[in-house]
Every structure is written in C-alpha cells, then in structure tokens.
C-alpha cells in the first residue's frame, strides 16, 4: 500500500527544515504557504475493494493537526457517497514548524537573527543561506560577532590570534571555529582587506593579514665537512622557513623521511643532508630556492597516503626521486606489513610509471586489503644497502 500516511506528511516538512527552507522564510520574508503537500491517494478500485482499510487512511489524514485537509465525495454502490481527502496543505509557517516539531529552535533562531539585525546586517544573506548550520552556532553567535566587529575595525591587524583583545574571547575560541569566520569575514570585509591567494583554514592568518605562525625545519647534516656548528657531536638542528631558505650549506644531496627515528638514524653521507618531513604541507621548504640544485629523494610509507605525498613534494620540486617505496622493499618485509584503513584513492599524476603502477595495486586492493608497509618496519641493514645503491 503506497498510500501517503501521516509521517509522509511530516517528512515531506521534515525535509524542508533539514534543507534550511523554512528557517530562510524568516529572513527573507518570502513566504512558501500556503504550500499544497504531495497526497498519494487510494485509486477508486482500491476504495471499492478495500473499503475498510480507506476508512482507517481516511481518518488518520482527517485528524492531522495543523494541516487543512480537502475532501471531495466518492460513490459506491454498497457504502453510498463517502468523503475522502484530495488534498492537504499547509496554510503557514507557525503550522509546519509545529508539525515537525520545531518552534522551540525557530525561537532559537529567531533571537541569533534579531542580534544579527542590529549588529552584523550584512550577515542576514549568510542566515538565509545557512540558518541550520546558524543554529548549531547559537550559544557561540554572539561572540562570533564580537570577532566579526574587531576585525572589521582593524581590518589586516598584522598581530597574531592571541592579540586579538576581546573581552571573553580567548585565541583557541577563534581557532575552533576558523570555517565558519571565514565564510563570515568574506562578506563583511572590504576585497582589499582580504587576499584572495591564501584559501582554507590553514591559510585563515594569510588570508585576513594576521601575523603566521613561524614553520619550522628541522634538518641534520650527514657529512662532517658541512657541519654548521664545531664540534664532533650530532648536529640536529631546527631553523624558521626564512632562515633555512638563507643556508648556503653546498651540499649537493637532500634525503626527506617522515619518521623521527629514521631521521636520527640516518647515516652519514658525503654532501648530504636529511630533513624531518612530518607528512603533508611542503610550503615551507618551497622557499629555499637552493634545494632546486640539489639532488632530492624522499622516503615514506609503502601506503597511498605515502605516494600521495610523493606527489605533492613533486609539485613543489619536480625532480625529487623516492627511494625504498619500491615493489621489492614491500615484498621483502611481507611479515611487517599493516594496515592502512584510511586510504586516498584519487589520481596522482606526478608519479613515475614504476610508483603508479605500486600506487594503483595498493588503493585497489590488488596485493592485499588496506595494506601498508611503515618506513620505520624495514630493517636498518635494506636500508643502508639500499642507500648505498643510491649515493653510489
């Protein structure tokens, strides 16, 4: 029986709040009722040979608060004329709100969109947009807004997050909620006050003139000869972006590796460095211009988050090589491999033919499901003997 029931009803209005439809009639002032519901109705053999069963249907439709049910008459030769509904509407927004159920957060939300009246106007198009994801927001609204205000009084502060002097408003509170300020900020501020390069979260400070915060290298050389410091002793050194894109260090071969004990453990290697990677984000090294006249090999997981890595450095350095993610390195240490139960499965167009075709066996599932291979579970003597072979 396909017949529409009561919860149809409810759900068809249901939907209209999730999309944010009704909560937006607040703000524009655009109304959608009356609004005629979708009724799917018994068909006149289904009321002749079901008459009982109609009956029931037919008072369940009836008794439907907030709604204004049509009728119109049906014959029958047995039951005589019977009316049954032909249609159902809904003649306001007060009653499809009390249908699903939700005047106590159109309250809600009625009181964010007063406050953003009088203080933020510009912000009534976000409401209208957004009124859903505006009332997930309602108890930190308010000092959303007191963000809003300060950064449009001092629009490019050049001070950091933590200067921000607002009463109440702590940094980490502007932190946690660097999405929604975002979309905020792109509306109330002037195009001059905002550069249109810096997109994301992570570029929030870039984007709105904040003070970054400093990115650090960290890096060891492997050949005494180079050392910056005197001293015999293992030099492990961390230098800001800028400073590090000012090294004249003249070697000539930079290993990169993501994890911290191959990093320390790295050998000792003629004109050459090693840098601590720490996954995705190579916007930093991409200031030292220098390293593009040195040799490049990164080492990462045999996984695709791995490659997708790989990938990534190659868009900042094309020439960069990857060293112990080969097919025989995964082989070899079949009894250490894991498991990788996030993969990335997108394109990745930098890769070589030889890493590509690793790549696709790995995301589609070809070797083994989920399956990855740790840098830090391939034994210290593969990868000695394997640098050997590179730096040969």
Known sequence: MNWTRPEDLRTQLKKLWERGELLACLVTDE???????????????????????????????????????????????????????????????????????????????????????????????????????ALELSDEWNLLLEIVAWISVHPRPNVYLRQVDIPSIHSKFIEAHLGVLMELLDIVLPSEAIDPRASGVSQFAKRYGFCEKTMLIRFRILDPAHALLPGDFVQDITLDAESFSKLNLNVTRVFI???????????????????????????????????????????????????????????????????????????????????????TCRDLPRLSLEEKMLYDDLRDNRIRKNLRLEQERIGYHWVVSELDKFTS
């Open 31 to 133: 109304t959608l009722f009356p609004k005629r519901l979708v009724l799917k109705c018994p068909t006149s053999a289904e009321m002749a040979e079901r008459f009982d069963e109609v009956r029931v249907w037919v008072g369940e439709i009836r008794v439907m608060p907030h709604c204004r049910v049509e009728m119109r008459e049906f014959k029958h030769r047995v039951f005589g004329a019977n009316a049954v509904p032909q249609e159902v509407w809904i003649d306001t927004i007060e009653d499809a709100l009390a249908l699903v159920g939700k005047l106590r957060d159109t309250k809600r939300f009625q009181l964010l969109l007063d406050v953003t009246r009088q203080r933020q106007p510009q912000l009534l198009a976000w409401l209208a947009k957004r009124p859903i994801r």
């Open 257 to 343: 590796t993501e994890n911290e004990i191959n990093f320390l453990a790295f050998p000792l290697i003629k004109d050459s460095m090693v840098i601590f990677g720490k996954g995705y984000g190579f916007e930093t090294l991409s200031k030292a211009e220098w390293l593009s006249h040195c040799r490049i090999q990164y080492w990462g997981d045999i996984d695709t988050h791995g490659f997708a890595i790989l990938d990534q450095l190659r868009n900042h350095f094309s020439h960069v090589e990857s060293i112990l993610m080969d097919r025989a390195t995964l082989l070899k240490f079949e009894s250490q491999w894991g498991d990788d139960e996030k993969q």
